[in-house]
C-alpha cells in the first residue's frame, strides 16, 4: 500500500477529527500534498492542499474550520477537522504528487457527522 489513510469515523455536528495520511518509502520524495472527499451522489472535490514549502489552499466550505499540515521527514499529511458539519460527510481521500509529477490517491476513509 503506498498511501495509507486514518482516522476517519462517526462524529457529531460541532466535533473534531483528526486525519492523517503517509506516503510509503518507494515515494522517493514527494511534492503537494492534499485531500480531496467525495460525498454521496458527488463528484470528488478538493478540500486542502499543501506544497512542499507548507503553503497551503483550502476550499471556501471549510476555511476557518479545517487545517491540513504535514510532515516531510514522515511523508505524512495531515487534516484537522473541526466544527464539522453533516455536509461534511463523505469518504475522504489523501494525495500526494510524487516527483515525477503524477497524483497518487489513499483508499478513503469515510468521515461521518451525525447527531
Known amino acids: 500500500v503506498q498511501l495509507q489513510a486514518f482516522g476517519g469515523g462517526l462524529v457529531q455536528p460541532g466535533g473534531s477529527l483528526r486525519l492523517s495520511c503517509a506516503a510509503s518509502?518507494?515515494?522517493?520524495?514527494?511534492?503537494?500534498m492534499g485531500w480531496y472527499r467525495q460525498a454521496p451522489g458527488k463528484q470528488r472535490e478538493v478540500v486542502a492542499r499543501?506544497?512542499?514549502?507548507?503553503?497551503?489552499n483550502y476550499t471556501d466550505s471549510v476555511k476557518g474550520r479545517f487545517i491540513i499540515s504535514r510532515d516531510n521527514a514522515r511523508r505524512t499529511v495531515f487534516l484537522q477537522m473541526n466544527s464539522l458539519k453533516p455536509e461534511d460527510t463523505a469518504v475522504y481521500y489523501c494525495?500526494?504528487?510524487?516527483?515525477?509529477?503524477?497524483?497518487?490517491w489513499g483508499q478513503g476513509t469515510l468521515v461521518t457527522v451525525s447527531s
Open positions: 494525495m500526494v504528487v510524487s516527483s515525477t509529477g503524477a497524483m497518487h
Open positions: 499543501i506544497t512542499s514549502r507548507g503553503i497551503t
Open positions: 518509502r518507494s515515494f522517493f520524495s514527494v511534492n503537494d
